[in-house]
């Protein structure tokens, strides 16, 4: 059995015990809780800028992310709530790729222009984590319609480790010197630590048992930081950035099971361009260290589709 079908059969084995705890509540509800399963896309960009010129790229990406998501929310008023979400992903199919435009070898800025490049088929997710806690108002509900808005805080936890590669360099002419090294050799290991705070606003519709969703959400990322250790090299990066946007979507459909309880699909997109930031480079080993301003880039995006059971009780 695969850690997909366990993650599903926690999902499907939750669905008694929500329809027969939601068939005791009523119109005084207090608690609002999900629990789900779904698969996702996450990717990650970080760059090294120099006067404004981009000497280095690596694109990370994992595909097919298993994800397991719950919620938990209290009603403070029939229209204020408190709601406090949390989701892990582990595995997926890791890559990652190491661009360089290094002078005078590069022929153009361009993705294909690149004088040095390193593939890392052997990537692996280490980890993710997402929580987030919410403060939200309903404006309106009138049996067939909804309509919210709240502000909350996210915590966004990223970890990839690229083992093996394969390398085509430019030295001493172009692109003339490869090499491999063996898939389960340490080669980079980066994560990326991104707090932020955001509005939100939610509208549902009605229609017999079945109900559709959405909601955007824009806010600000606050005092993020990511860290680059190259094994090989001895090296550490850490990049510290102070405010940048955020950006997200949502869409769902649910079916009602009982008046508490229903089933539902849901997709998601998160976006944070993390913009400049400063890049403190250190010798793991002489335990010596430079800070420069304005070196480093980053990116963050998320792609989660799911599904499970929500109820009241």
């Known amino acids: 059995m695969t850690a997909y079908h366990r993650m599903a059969g926690l999902v499907l084995g939750a669905i008694p015990m929500l329809v027969a705890g939601s068939a005791l509540g009523g119109d005084g509800d207090s608690f609002t809780a999900s629990i789900e399963a779904g698969l ?32 938990l929310g209290f009603n403070l008023t029939p229209d204020w709530q408190i709601k406090a979400e949390g989701r892990v992903g582990w595995d997926g199919d890791g890559k990652m790729i190491d661009y360089d435009w290094i002078p ?15 593939v890392h088929n052997d990537t692996a997710l280490d980890h993710y984590f997402s929580g987030s806690l919410e403060i939200n108002r309903k404006f309106l509900d009138d049996g067939t319609q909804t309509l919210s808005g709240g502000i909350g805080a ?12 394969t390398l085509l360099y430019s030295v001493g002419g172009f692109r003339n010197y490869s090499a491999t090294i063996p898939d389960g050799v340490e080669g980079i290991t980066y994560r990326q630590q991104i707090p932020s705070v955001y509005a939100h606003i939610d509208g549902s519709q009605v229609f017999g048992r079945m109900t559709l969703d959405a909601g955007l959400e824009g806010g600000l990322m606050v005092r993020a ?37 229903a089933l539902y699909l849901k997709g998601s997109y998160e976006y944070t361009d993390l913009g400049s930031g400063d890049a403190t480079y250190r010798d793991t080993v002489a335990g010596t260290e430079n800070t420069y301003e304005d070196y480093a880039g980053a990116k963050f995006k998320s792609i989660y589709i799911g599904g499970g059971l929500k109820g009241t009780f």
């Open 40 to 71: 996702m896309r996450l990717t990650a960009t970080e760059t090294v800028n120099i006067d404004g010129f981009r000497l280095s790229q690596l694109d990370w990406k994992s595909d097919n992310v298993q994800v397991l998501r719950g919620s």
């Open 225 to 261: 930081k990511t860290t680059d250790d190259h094994w090989l090299r001895d090296l550490r990066v850490t990049d510290s950035f102070d405010v940048a946007p955020t950006l997200g979507a949502s869409a769902g459909l649910s079916y009602r099971l009982t008046q508490s309880a």
């Open 154 to 165: 996210r915590y966004n936890d990223v970890q990839w480790t690229a083992r093996g590669e």
């Open 104 to 118: 005078p070898y590069y022929t153009d800025t361009s993705k294909s222009g690149w004088s040095d490049q390193s």
